[in-house]
């Protein structure tokens, strides 16, 4: 409140304005004190940041809005990401794939370490903060362990994986083998063939067209 206004006042705070976004984005959560004017002051979280894995630069973090004041993070030798990246907002952390390993450490980059090594070529990484999961592909499997590295076990096979990519709210995750794409609960039980590219021809009966696919993403809000 302002010093010596009285109730009703436009100059006195009269509305407290609160913005969130949807379930699964990383929330940027905005409060507003205004008066009868608009004049409002604002505080957004830290949380609306974006974070890149960066193979010349590191790990960059930026604004998730509009990309503006970029940070290196983590800076060569301690980050030459050469994979995929992935948050787990409850415990303020981040993994990313780094030639044969995969690499942790907080969202301010402090604390690296190395979580898994030895490695054949991993290349997506995904988070199940809850069941404390993490998820990775490599050419010929989709694998996951705890979020220590340890109890490491294979879910799925394949020859030519080239992506994965959870969908914790359905507990799911798909991945794409040559040029068909699959799916299966999180535990690796329920695999299924969810489109294949394998038979599609052209007008001359050729089915050599068309390309594999190179990656997988999945839509929180509608699956």
Not at 54 to 59: K, L
Not at 78 to 104: C, F, H, S
Not at 146 to 162: M, W
Request: glycine share 8%.
């Amino acid at each position: 409140m302002r010093e010596g206004t009285q109730p009703g006042d436009p100059r006195r705070l009269n509305k407290v304005v609160v913005t969130c976004v949807l379930q699964d984005f990383i929330p940027p959560l905005t409060l507003s004190a205004c008066d009868l004017f608009g004049h409002c002051a604002t505080k957004s979280s830290d949380e609306d940041r974006m974070y890149i894995a960066d193979s010349r630069a590191g790990i960059v973090r930026a604004s998730a809005f509009d990309g503006s004041g970029q940070q290196v993070i983590v800076a060569p030798p301690n980050a030459n990401p050469t994979g995929g990246l992935a948050l787990d907002m409850p415990r303020q952390q981040m993994y990313w794939v780094e030639a044969n390993a995969i690499k942790r450490a907080n969202l301010d980059g402090t604390q690296v370490q190395n979580i898994l090594s030895s490695l054949n070529a991993p290349k997506r990484v995904g988070v199940d903060s809850g069941a404390g999961k993490l998820y990775w592909n490599e050419p010929s499997a989709v694998k996951r362990a705890n979020l220590d590295g340890s109890g490491a076990q294979t879910l799925a096979s394949g020859t030519a994986i080239a992506a994965m990519a959870l969908d914790v709210t359905r507990s799911a995750f798909y991945w794409v083998d040559g040029k068909t794409m699959y799916r299966a609960n999180l535990d690796g039980s329920g695999r299924s063939s969810v489109v294949s590219l394998e038979d599609e021809k052209d007008f001359r009966g050729n089915t050599s067209f068309l390309h594999s696919f190179l990656d997988v993403a999945v839509n929180p809000q509608t699956g």
